[in-house]
């Protein structure tokens, strides 16, 4: 997981910041700890930086948040989508 600026002032003030994360997950039979299913999922989120740092902190805390909420659902979304494929 990175932050990068995307919103920047010509002061070079940074005024919006990108949050990008991936996510690796393997799906492991219980029985035999055979990998039965293998996934990538990528996403993203942004948030404001205002000028103060408690602020600025909160929000890309919220992000963060909203971010691996946003790949966890992704995961399940992508396990739900291929059973037919991995489950027996």
Known sequence: MNDQ???ILPDQ???RFQVVGTVDYTLTALATEAAV??????N??????????VAT???QRDAR???MIS???QIV?????TRSEWAQ
């Open 5 to 7: 600026g995307v919103g």
């Open 13 to 15: 003030t940074i005024t």
């Open 37 to 42: 299913k293998k996934g990538r999922v990528s």
């Open 44 to 53: 993203f989120t942004s948030y404001s930086a205002t000028s103060t740092t």
């Open 57 to 59: 902190t909160a929000a």
């Open 65 to 67: 948040e909203r971010l």
């Open 71 to 73: 790949l966890a659902d």
């Open 77 to 81: 979304a992508d396990l739900t989508l």
